[in-house]
């Protein structure tokens, strides 16, 4: 399980720091990314904070990796989101879109307000990737800093397809792709009885279906196509430890990449009018 344990002095835990180390990794331009998850039900083999975790282990392993160059902190990360209510056939907690977006931008403008330009979200359930659009766009209209989304499953989507075992198909939610990170992680997975029974089969030049590798002209949610029979959306069957240590491996070097980018791109200073909030 993830853990924000390190209390040495650089962590790249924002929580672990003080109010004076924040002030200064601000000052200096140091870059937060904030990991955006979901406690969701992830099939019968997988733990329902599936999504969080790899956020955060995401997070934290680019944050080492870029070994100050530049300084990285970690927020806390979002544990709950919106989902459709397809999913209340399982245990899994929802948040209304609105107020899941409310409250990313609420954060964002807090670390703008703080001293901090630069952020990246990093989201790692579905839905959410609009959802933190639209709490950017907000964070933007209300402070003039342009905050940046992304998602592993985007950045680690070019060393999946050349390993996957799986169909397209197999790897939309608690597929091949998933399972095979939770297997690198360590945690206890069992695939006894798993198979592709709920492999996506809307997957054309219309739908993508395949979250990962999937490619599509349009957004027509998988779960008003098709219903799922253990919770899955995929094939987590040829899962691997392998797999999802190649995979996250080539994530975590992405987001190094996308950190410096971000880092080194010059920004123009907006010229439209700022308000404080009222509050």
Not at 135 to 150: I, K, L, Q, Y
Not at 240 to 264: C, H, M, P
Request: hydrophobic share 40%; proline share 7%.
């Amino acid at each position: 399980m993830p853990t924000n344990t390190d209390s040495t002095a650089d962590s790249i835990y924002y929580a672990n720091c003080n109010r004076n180390e924040i002030a200064r990794a601000a000052a200096s331009g140091a870059i937060l990314l904030l990991p955006f998850g979901q406690t969701e039900q992830h099939g019968p083999h997988l733990p329902v904070g599936c999504d969080t975790f790899i956020a955060e282990r995401a997070a934290a392993a680019a944050a080492r990796e870029c070994n100050n160059d530049p300084q990285v902190l970690v927020l806390p990360p979002v544990p709950y989101g919106y989902n459709p209510k397809s999913l209340q056939n399982w245990p899994s907690f929802r948040v209304r879109w609105e107020i899941t977006a409310g409250y990313i931008a609420d954060i964002c403008t807090s670390a703008v307000e703080m001293g901090f330009s630069r952020i990246i979200i990093v989201s790692t359930h579905g839905p959410h990737g609009d959802v933190a659009k639209i709490a950017a766009r907000e964070v933007f209209d209300r402070t003039g800093t342009a905050v940046v989304v992304s998602m592993p499953h985007a950045l680690g989507a070019s060393a999946f397809k050349s390993i996957r075992k799986s169909a397209i198909g197999g790897a939309s939610h608690a597929g091949e792709y998933e399972t095979s990170l939770m297997l690198h992680f360590g945690y206890p997975v069992d695939l006894s009885g798993m198979d592709g029974r709920d492999t996506v089969v809307h997957c054309n030049e219309w739908v993508a279906g395949d979250f990962i590798n999937g490619s599509g002209k349009i957004s027509w949610s998988t779960w008003g196509l098709q219903i799922s029979e253990t919770g899955v959306y995929g094939d987590p069957s040829p899962a691997s430890k392998a797999t999802g240590e190649a995979v996250f491996s080539a994530i975590v070097q992405e987001y190094v990449n996308l950190i410096r980018y971000v880092r080194d791109t010059e920004l123009p200073p907006q010229t439209f009018p700022i308000y404080p909030r009222s509050w």
